[in-house]
T-cell receptor, first 112, second 113 residues
């Protein structure tokens, strides 16, 4: 596609449930990133995939968060046993080797 | 790891005046510094970037400057217009290939008519 696609655009879930967020990067982009943005706040780095290298998971806030990237393309961010503090917009971005990111439009997660 | 600090957190300027946003970074190995603009309810979008081999870059009303010695970089917007109102994020990363970008905390810029 023309840009980074994320789904769903909005997700409301009950506390304690698991959720999966999907990101389709721009075709040919080798790098994929997940960020979290709480209301009115900055961009918190979560995880980074680069080609076939081991992902940089240093930003994941707890072991309830995990992500995978299949076939070097689509990525899924999974949050287990969701808590209210997980409510935020989850942004995915992709980039080719030497230029800046293109962000998706995000998934707004609300935990009730 | 890299730490990026951004000031001010909010900035209000009269339409037509200039706006300056400043950032500092901690990792001297960082060599790529993009700026993103995020309008309300929308995704961040890259507006300009600079690499460590240059000290200044301009694109119409927007310019970025970089002082590697002091580990400072700044965004300058001249002749501000209402559509410049947004949150602006500076960022830093290292390596010539795509790598993790660390963002500043953002500056909410408001343009007064």
């Amino acid at each position: 596609g023309a840009g980074v696609s994320q789904s769903p655009s909005n997700k409301v879930t009950e506390k304690g449930k698991d959720v999966e967020l999907r990101c389709d990067p721009i075709s040919g982009h080798t790098a994929l990133y997940w960020y979290r943005q709480s209301l009115g706040q900055g961009l918190e780095f979560l995880i980074y995939f680069q080609g076939n290298s081991a992902p940089d998971k240093s930003g994941l806030p707890s072991d309830r968060f995990s992500a995978e990237r299949t076939g070097g393309s689509v990525s899924t961010l999974t949050i287990q046993r969701t808590q209210q503090e997980d409510s935020a917009v989850y942004l995915c971005a992709s980039s080719p080797r030497v230029t800046g990111y293109t962000f998706g439009s995000g998934t707004r997660l609300t935990v009730v | 790891g890299e730490n990026v600090e951004q000031h001010p957190s909010t900035l209000s300027v009269q339409e037509g005046d200039s706006a300056v946003i400043k950032c500092t970074y901690s990792d001297s190995a960082s060599n790529y510094f993009p700026w993103y603009k995020q309008e309300l309810g929308k995704r961040p979008q890259l507006i300009i970037d600079i690499r460590s081999n240059v000290g200044e870059k301009k694109d119409q009303r927007i310019a970025v400057t970089l002082n590697k010695t002091a580990k400072h970089f700044s965004l300058h917007i001249t002749e501000t217009q209402p559509e410049d109102s947004a949150v602006y994020f500076c960022a830093a990363s290292k390596g010539s290939s795509a790598s993790k970008i660390i963002f500043g905390s953002g500056t909410r810029l408001s343009i007064r008519p």
